[in-house]
């Protein structure tokens, strides 16, 4: 009896043992020809001494499986005849099952063809869809940035701006070891980070999260590159310190910090400026609860409400090279992996505080059959604003199969804007009204987000549920002054005068609850099928009110005219199917998503309610066939439904601009837009030669347009309705390639864009065609320590036809960029840029508006390892900044300048300090 309980103790202490042990899985795939290899041996070995742990083979249809594997860390290496290894790293949890999906090998006689780079084969290696660079094979200066790197790794470009293509597409997103740096803003890695700081630069289409979970493609992906440092440079710290000074009072001061200790990274910056460089991609303002845009609702049920973008608060926080700012700006990052890497987290905290002021003037003309609106004015603004925000990211994997996932983030934004300005109109050759405007307001913004992200995997390959879970909160509220007199010339007649004077207070107040739970099962071996269902609850409160003057001077006189307290009430059931295929090189997804949505609009300062019901489609289709890694065909379908905005509903008459009445309409209807869109690349990585050709046709039915009634004396009376006809079209082609001789990359493109507008003007259904092609030429030779050049250029045609046009406004306008910096002895570099426009005259636009922007510098390096840089820069050497824009839109045709930043000098100090420990590696080799 004894024997049999230690038996059977013994056997499930195995079992137990057993049920603990980890799985490895996946599939062999030629890279070339996309088919599944039979008999590759895959290997795991211990990292150690690289002694052989296991090993296992490819079945018929390239699959493999290598059970009863113990945790910890292997090197798995796949090998396969006439094709290279396959070599990465893995960790295996206890009980976990690894599948690494899709491994592509590479034919050596591809491999030699198309990645040796000066017979260095390490120096590119192909891991399955990632391109990685071997950052040590690529010289760069002394002190050099992630940016000096970049310029010199082939496929890659990187322009003025900091803006980097990769393979000819935008680069979207710069990782640090596969986290966000401070999230938005690219720059702030490529910078202020080392490029001896690097080991690798891997380069790939990042899927969404939730193709990524999924396993099925949904065809959104976003090009990436991640900086993957060495691990002697994540403990210590470094940094820069830059300071200039120069003529017409104008500075520029940064500072960026960073400490790194393995996977914990903590870095601060700190901006003081007024030269316009901000430094910061703070673009999307809805991030911080303040935005104005449209009511929308995507095919997950997200809605999104805001209120009107007011005329006495139209300032959007942001400088827009438009005037004279002065920021103040600083943050801090922390991201850390614990716990296995099962835990990390990453958090961001931003500050900034931001005045401009500067002035402005423009012109316009409106066309109709048989009258031309002529428009003049000017004005002069004093904005600032003083902004907070504060986000984190937190993951918990609970095993291999499952994870939760939370984000929060908070923002608060305090605003002061003041604008003075005076406009005058006329109809044909007689004036008609003139006005002279002040507005100031002050608002506070505030929001607070929260989203719960679940995650599960089941056993079965490619089955797993998702739950997620999201509540936006957002409220602003606005005090201002609108203050203007308005002069109404009439002929034989005596001028009539027209006083505003009036008190606007605002408030908005929305809160949004999402929550949609999404399924995939396999059906085939290939196929599989998501289903989806969530619901939606939305409220969102809205009000202003207008007050005159009384007696006694006070705002306390109510104008119900031009007031009202407006609700929205929404709840929407939502479902969808989506039918996935993938095999080989084919991939293909169609479905769609509906929702049922009932609103309760209520009119409160009038006592009446509006019931309304709409439903709205999400059809979507995916065609995408890979003839090889960088050699791709794209076909894809959107049909989207947009719900009116608020503002646009609203029954609120707008007064803010006496000359320009905005009133709401209770009665529009959703609009549908219809999205074709077509891509074909091709790219070859050694002769770094591409092609780029995408089109795409959009149309939409019930679109929101403008219906504008101007009366006799020249006010505009605005109001959105829905019309049909709205169209858009475009076809652009890129070629680029390098000639290796000079070692010179060129790229001719070409670029169409075509669309139909369509709006009401003066009771009169008028329908504008635009036909706007471009060619382009871009030129860049970079020879490391002696100089590099550039040149960019673009020649674009402007034509517009409307049914309602007696005058042609067709023009030409160039746009000539060239730039070049010089390596000289004794550590000097020499650098220019020019941005040259050139605009043609018409009978509209009869200025001279040619500008040739010229900025130039000159530095030298100091100190044993280059750290230490003094500059003596240039901005518009030509003092020729005249801030000018044109614009032709349905039958309206404008031209605007305003205040810009012209020509200073400045004197710069740069300190790039650092303090990491470790030990040097070797290098590895070095490509020329």
């Not at 959007?316 to 943050?331: H, M, R, S």
């Not at 003041?418 to 008609?432: A, H, Y």
């Not at 009446?608 to 999400?618: A, G, K, L, V």
């Not at 710069?908 to 020329?928: E, S």
């Amino acid at each position: 009896m004894k024997k049999l309980i230690v038996l059977t103790l013994l056997m499930c202490a195995f079992q137990f043992t057993y049920s603990q042990q980890a799985t490895v899985k996946g599939t062999i795939v030629d890279t070339l020809n996309q088919i599944q290899l039979h008999n590759a041996v895959i290997m795991l070995l211990q990292p150690k001494d690289s002694t052989l742990y296991k090993f296992s083979r490819s079945n018929e249809t390239g699959k493999f499986e290598i059970p009863n594997l113990k945790q910890g860390k292997y090197i798995m290496v796949v090998s396969y005849p006439t094709f290279a290894d396959y070599v990465d790293t893995l960790t295996l949890d206890s009980g976990s099952v690894r599948n690494v999906n899709k491994i592509v090998l590479t034919q050596l006689s591809k491999l030699l063809k198309e990645v040796v780079v000066k017979q260095q084969i390490a120096a590119i290696r192909m891991k399955g869809d990632t391109t990685e660079y071997n950052a040590g094979s690529f010289k760069t200066a002394e002190n050099a940035n992630i940016e000096d790197l970049l310029k010199v790794l082939p496929g890659i470009e990187v322009n003025s701006k900091g803006e980097i293509k990769a393979m000819g597409e935008s680069v979207k997103k710069v990782l640090v070891d596969g986290e966000e740096f401070f999230g938005d803003d690219p720059t702030l890695v490529t910078k202020n980070l080392r490029a001896d700081m690097v080991d690798k630069v891997q380069l790939y289409d990042k899927k969404s999260d939730q193709a990524s979970f999924t396993g099925v493609d949904d065809g959104e992906r976003s090009r990436t590159l991640n900086i993957q440092l060495k691990e002697d440079k994540k403990k210590g710290a470094f940094g820069k310190v830059a300071a200039g000074g120069g003529t017409e009072s104008f500075f520029d001061n940064q500072i960026m910090f960073n400490y790194f200790k393995g996977k914990k990274k903590i870095s601060a910056f700190g901006i003081l400026s007024n030269t316009g460089q901000i430094g910061l991609n703070w673009n999307d303002r809805d991030k911080f609860g303040a935005g104005n845009g449209d009511f929308s609702v995507n095919e997950d049920g997200d809605f999104d409400f805001s209120s009107r973008g007011d005329d006495y608060d139209s300032w959007d926080g942001k400088f827009g090279d438009n005037g004279y700012p002065l920021v103040q700006t600083g943050g801090i990052h922390y991201n850390d992996k614990w716990d296995k890497d099962k835990q990390r987290v990453n958090a961001n905290y931003k500050i900034m505080n931001l005045g401009v002021e500067g002035s402005s003037w423009s012109k316009s003309q409106v066309l109709t059959k048989d009258t031309t609106y002529y428009d003049n004015s000017s004005g002069s603004f004093e904005n600032h604003i003083f902004r907070n925000r504060l986000d984190g990211d937190y993951e918990l994997k609970f095993d291999s199969t499952s994870s939760i996932r939370i984000l929060v983030d908070g923002a608060l934004d305090h605003k002061n804007t003041v604008g003075l300005g005076t406009s005058t109109t006329w109809i044909n050759d007689v004036m008609k009204n003139s006005n002279d405007r002040k507005v100031s307001n002050v608002s506070d913004n505030k929001s607070i987000n929260a989203n719960i992200f679940w995650r599960k995997k089941f056993k079965k390959d490619r089955r797993n549920m998702s739950f997620n879970l999201s509540e936006t909160y957002e409220n602003s509220s606005g005090r201002g002054i609108v203050d203007a007199t308005t002069t109404f010339y009439r002929p034989n007649e005596e001028d009539s005068l027209y006083l505003l004077d009036q008190l606007k207070i605002g408030k908005n107040d929305k809160l949004n609850i999402n929550a949609n739970l999404t399924y995939t099962e396999p059906i085939s071996k290939y196929s599989t099928i998501t289903l989806n269902y969530g619901f939606n609850w939305l409220n969102n409160n809205s009000n202003r009110y207008s007050y005159n003057q009384d007696p006694l001077g006070k705002y306390s006189a109510l104008d119900s005219i031009y007031s009202n307290d407006f609700s929205v009430t929404s709840f929407t059931n939502h479902a969808g199917i989506n039918y996935g295929y993938t095999k080989n090189k084919v991939r293909v997804s169609f479905g769609s998503s509906a929702g049922l949505s009932n609103f309760t609009q209520t009119d409160r300062f009038r006592d009446h309610e509006y019931n309304r019901q709409f439903i709205n489609f999400y059809p979507k289709a995916l065609f995408r066939y890979n003839f090889s890694q960088y050699r791709r065909f794209a076909f894809t379908y959107n049909g989207n439904t947009s719900q009116p905005s608020l503002g646009d509903l609203q029954p609120l008459v707008v007064n803010d601009n006496p000359l320009y009445i905005k009133i709401g309409n209770a009665d529009l209807k959703p609009s549908f837009q219809n999205s074709f869109n077509m891509n074909f690349s091709d790219y070859k990585v050694v002769s770094q030669r591409g092609i780029w050709i995408s089109m795409g046709y959009n149309f939409v039915l019930n679109s929101f347009s403008s219906k504008n009634d101007i009366s006799s004396n020249g006010v505009t009376t605005s109001q959105t309705v829905n019309l049909n006809g709205n169209r858009y079209g475009w076809f652009n082609f890129n070629y680029n390639w390098m000639i290796s001789p000079w070692k010179l990359r060129i790229g001719p493109s070409a670029r169409v864009n075509l669309s139909r507008n369509v709006n009401y003007t003066k009771s009169e259904l008028v329908t504008t065609n635009t036909i706007n092609p471009s060619m382009g030429l871009f030129l860049n030779k970079y020879v490391d320590k002696k100089y590099e050049f550039g040149f960019d250029g673009n020649a674009n045609y402007h034509s517009s036809v409307s049914s309602v046009q007696r005058i042609q406004p067709n023009y030409w306008d160039f746009e000539i960029r060239p730039s070049f910096g010089l390596f000289l002895p004794a550590k000097f570099t020499v650098n220019a840029n020019m941005n040259w426009n050139l605009r043609q005259k018409t009978s509209v636009f009869t200025g001279n508006n040619n500008v040739a922007i010229v900025n130039a510098s000159i530095n030298k390096k100091f100190g044993k390892k280059d750290d230490i840089i003094l500059g003596v820069s240039v901005n518009d050497l030509l003092n020729q900044n005249i801030g000018i824009n044109r614009s032709i839109y349905d039958n309206t045709i404008s031209e605007s300048h305003n205040t810009t930043i012209r020509r200073y000098f400045m004197l710069t100090f740069v300190w790039n300090f650092t303090k990491l420990g470790g030990a040097t590696p070797a290098p590895a080799p070095v490509i020329k």
